[in-house]
């Protein structure tokens, strides 16, 4: 199959892409539209977290789509009221609105802490976020999160979020005025490097934000979903927030997100919230027949293991070639290189022949893993043999 360079030159131009199109997938493997296989530790960016095409996921949308695609926002459905119940009776939450990205859900929070603090703190509206976060795209979340250049990007900014450093609880104390209504952060920075907030941290964050009358928002968008071994990150630290986003992985590749909130600070009034396609009951039966996927006896204790084993192989590897750890959660984590060699990585990861390898640097000395959660061990072994033989041929 040859590319369509008319199609291709439609599209707009916003990232460099590699000249390859993939055109099917199966579990941890994608294929090319030469014929060439790719083992997979991106999945979309830990979106894909029972990997491609799972039978689950085909099955659901093959069901749901027979029946009701799109009866409007407006009305209930029944794969949207499922998934509802089974996200608050796992989690702290009593309330969820669903909508189509993790940028949207955050979008969603931040209107919901503000509005809050309209009704209940004299019309504060201050969110303190943390440096190297990221929440999103819109104007709203790019404005929240501390990735380097983007206070000036599309400037103006969106008001209103202080930054603070992650793991330094002083940071946060020292931010807080009579116009901050909340704090919000993600308990693994993913795009950062894949950096942990500490049990020690999120528990302080938590005692800080009660004795100040602030909400504790978690952004869950990358770390939720069983994503870190626990069905939600937070879960880690024993915490209850007050608000929780998910996206990414509560879909599996369809587009999908969760705004949750304790009842206590469901504030929106008719009209406040809203949008033409959430709650959609094609995406949310593929959400619940993940839920269930993850949520079966067992599937959560092998993330753990598979989490393990990727941890000890990659702590391996960087012994082996002098490097500086690894880090993360389950089966989001980082390899700490000694040196920019990154983007090289990549490439020569994906160029490999006869099979290719997909891995993400979002650092010049990072490579991030986020393979599907139901990985097998051979995969992570096949994953690590390959990448020593990698970096051997980079280093040359």
């Known amino acids: 199959m040859s590319i369509d360079r008319a199609g291709l030159n439609a599209l707009m131009e916003i990232t460099s892409r590699p000249e390859l199109v993939f055109v099917r997938g199966q579990g941890s493997w994608l294929e090319d539209h030469a014929g060439k296989r790719y083992l997979d530790f991106i999945q979309g960016w830990a979106v894909n977290c029972l990997g491609h095409n799972h039978p689950a996921m085909i099955d659901a949308l093959a069901r749901q789509s027979q029946l009701l695609i799109n009866p409007s926002p407006a009305f209930y459905n029944q794969p949207a009221i499922e998934l509802a119940r089974r996200i608050v009776e796992s989690s702290c939450f009593d309330r969820v609105f669903f909508a189509n990205s993790g940028a949207e859900a955050n979008e969603g929070a931040i209107k919901l802490a503000r509005k809050w603090g309209q009704l209940h703190r004299k019309g504060a509206y201050k969110i303190i976020t943390f440096d190297h976060s990221f929440h999103g795209r819109t104007l709203a979340t790019m404005s929240a999160s501390g990735k380097a250049g983007w206070d000036r990007k599309f400037a103006p900014q969106v008001d209103g979020f202080p930054k603070a450093e992650l793991n330094d609880l002083d940071s946060v104390r020292t931010l807080i005025d009579d116009q901050t209504v909340a704090v919000m952060l993600e308990p693994v920075q993913g795009e950062a490097g894949v950096i942990p907030a500490t049990r020690e941290f999120l528990q302080g964050l938590r005692e800080l934000t009660r004795e100040r009358g602030l909400l504790l928002i978690v952004d869950e968008v990358q770390s939720g979903m069983g994503r870190t071994g626990r069905m939600y990150a937070y879960q880690h630290a024993g915490i209850e927030p007050d608000i929780m986003t998910l996206g990414k992985g509560i879909g599996g590749g369809v587009p999908l997100s969760a705004l949750c909130a304790r009842e206590a600070v469901c504030c929106f009034e008719h ?33 753990n293991a598979r989490g393990r084993q990727l941890s000890a192989g990659l702590e391996k590897l960087s012994a082996k070639w002098g490097m500086q750890g690894e880090r993360g959660q389950g089966l989001l984590r980082a390899l700490v290189m000694d040196r920019d060699d990154g983007p090289a990585l990549v490439q020569a990861a994906r160029d490999r022949a006869p099979e290719g390898l997909l891995l993400n640097a979002p650092r010049g000395n990072l490579l991030r893993f986020m393979p599907a959660l139901n990985v097998t061990a051979d995969e992570i072994d096949t994953m690590l043999a390959w990448l020593d033989e990698l970096i051997t041929d980079v280093r040359k």
């Open 271 to 303: 009209g406040d919230q809203g949008g033409t396609y959430n709650g959609n009951p094609l995406m949310t039966a593929v959400g619940v027949a993940i839920f269930d996927t993850l949520a079966a006896p067992g599937f959560l204790d092998e993330v």
